[in-house]
T-cell receptor
Framework: NAGVTQTPKFRVLKTGQSMTLLCAQD?????MYWYRQDPGMGLRLIHY???????AKGEVPDGYNVSRLKKQNFLLGLESAAPSQTSVYFC????????????FGEGSWLTVV | RKEVEQDPGPFNVPEGATVAFNCTYS??????FFWYRQDCRKEPKLLMS???SGNEDGRFTAQLNRASQYISLLIRDSKLSDSATYLC???????????FGKGTKLSVKP
């Protein structure tokens, strides 16, 4: 019953360092999403993908890149981390229609110092 | 007007109380509506979908008013375990995107 799995769960980065967050889903979902959640801001969409090999920008894409080389994986990259990217990151997936349930990973807590 | 707006809360209620959350959305073309629940430091999880005719699941009742672009969630006989943040979610964009409200925090006290 893996569902949506995110790694790592916790990470501390220094400003300027790079890292990649991995999201994996085993439900054969077409759509995958990366959100960040900050106090008082709610969930904000960073990037999303509607299928293998496709990606698109969300509401707050600056400073992030993504790749969807395999249907089950959606990677979120920070090329040069900044303190403003300190946040909780949630990956999510769904079958492809906005009428279907979206499933979230457990979150990745990232601190940039 | 923000895409999805919710009562800011927090709502502090005693056990057994009835509490109602409201949510408005700006895109009249929206087609799907949900309530999600998020516990502290956890991921959001689906509480219930919201259908045009309204729907009920135990102590929870959700309603949709398309004309007013308004969604509601009613919780009857509140339990301590209902304490959480409740997120209103609206979908229907061309890319299958879902728009989340900022959430309303509920705290049920003994």
């Amino acid at each position: 019953n893996a569902g949506v799995t995110q790694t790592p769960k916790f990470r501390v980065l220094k400003t300027g360092q790079s890292m990649t967050l991995l999201c994996a889903q085993d439900m054969n979902h077409e759509y995958m999403y990366w959100y960040r959640q900050d106090p008082g801001m709610g969930l904000r969409l960073i990037h999303y993908s509607v299928g293998e090999g496709t990606t698109a920008k969300g509401e707050v894409p600056d400073g992030y890149n993504v790749s969807r080389l395999k249907k089950q994986n959606f990677l979120l990259g920070l090329e040069s981390a900044a303190p403003s990217q300190t946040s909780v990151y949630f990956c999510a997936s769904t079958t492809g229609s906005s009428g279907n349930t979206i499933y979230f990973g457990e979150g990745s807590w990232l601190t940039v110092v | 007007r923000k895409e999805v707006e919710q009562d800011p809360g927090p709502f502090n209620v005693p056990e057994g109380a009835t509490v109602a959350f409201n949510c408005t959305y700006s895109n009249s073309a929206s087609q799907s509506f949900f309530w999600y629940r998020q516990d502290c430091r956890k991921e959001p999880k689906l509480l219930m979908s919201v259908y045009s005719s309204g729907n009920e699941d135990g102590r929870f009742t959700a309603q949709l008013n398309r004309a007013s672009q308004y969604i509601s969630l009613l919780i009857r006989d509140s339990k301590l375990s209902d304490s959480a943040t409740y997120l209103c979610v609206v979908g229907g964009g061309s890319q299958g995107n879902l728009i989340f409200g900022k959430g309303t925090k509920l705290s049920v006290k003994p």
